[in-house]
């Protein structure tokens, strides 16, 4: 290998000034204040429609907002494609809100709500993590010769968040929620890192908005496939319990669930 080759190969995640002035101080904050508003809509939503009759007309509209979603991405590609940045940060608001409807038919038919809760949650506290080591860090963020300065920063925030989202959840089963959390902080926290240092690194024109589009798009499949992964996690975890006549989920988290009071109420009034 070449000397250009190398320093090609070892630059790949080094950023200059004007990629890092973009990447830190507009696109993690606005992804930052996004995962803030899709946790906001959840809460919202969840408490609104949480003992919805999800059949027939209510059924219909929630296709309706879900098909809405999918316009709202395409909408904004097109947008931060041609840069028009305000049109872009409206589209994204819109679908950052009303993603917090889509996760409604598992709180209305499982008793998982404390858990969705927890998962929206843990998105936020992963951008908390990367945001403010960028803002620690500043010039020296993806830097040359700082790599320890981000690893500490990073298991720092990855424990302050932890403790923050034990503490507030009132956690008890430590073994399984855990490392399904911290695994989920990774995931988001390092596509953050290191695929928006890749990817503001090659937008031309110095197009940022278009960057926001692609790391949010990279944020999408890994949530896809974190849940997929937990939902697996779960299946075999509730049939290793159902196995041994003990099913019981409660200890995966204890609040955020007044949604499924409301609805025990309702059913012993009957």
């Known amino acids: ?5 190398k320093s090609k190969k070892k630059s790949k995640y080094i950023i200059d000034s004007v990629q890092r002035k973009a990447l830190t101080g507009r696109i993690y904050t606005i992804l930052l204040v996004g995962s803030i508003i899709w946790l906001s809509g959840e809460y919202l939503f969840s408490f609104l ?4 009759d ?4 209510n059924l219909f509209y929630y296709l309706m907002i879900v098909i809405e979603e999918a316009i709202l991405f395409i909408s904004f590609f097109f947008a931060s494609k041609s840069n028009k940045k305000l049109l872009s940060i409206f589209f994204f608001i819109i679908f950052s809100f009303l993603a917090g409807i889509l996760s409604l038919p598992i709180v ?3 008793e998982f709500l404390p858990q969705v809760h927890m998962f929206v949650s843990l998105s936020v ?5 990367v ?9 020296k963020y ?77 944020l999408i499949i890994a949530l896809v496939l974190a849940v997929v992964i937990v939902i697996i996690v779960l299946i075999i975890i509730i049939l290793a319990i159902i196995c041994e006549g ?12 007044g949604g499924i009071g409301r609805k025990k109420k309702k059913q012993k009034q009957i």
């Open 1 to 5: 290998m070449s000397e250009s080759q």
């Open 49 to 52: 429609f949480s003992d919805l």
């Open 54 to 57: 999800f059949t027939g007309q």
């Open 108 to 110: 209305i038919f499982t």
């Open 125 to 129: 506290g992963a951008n908390f993590i």
């Open 131 to 139: 945001y403010f080591t960028s803002l620690f860090l500043r010039d």
């Open 142 to 218: 993806f830097s040359k010769g700082y790599i320890w300065a981000h690893t500490i920063l990073y298991f720092f925030g990855c424990a302050i968040v932890e403790i923050i989202f034990i503490v507030i959840f009132n956690i008890q089963n430590l073994l399984l929620t855990i490392p399904i959390s911290l695994a989920y902080i990774s995931i988001v926290s390092l596509v953050l890192m290191f695929w928006g240092a890749r990817t503001i690194k090659k937008i031309e024109n110095e197009n940022w908005i278009y960057a926001l589009f692609k790391i949010l798009g990279m």
């Open 246 to 257: 003990n099913f019981d989920l409660g200890g995966l988290g204890s609040r955020g669930s």
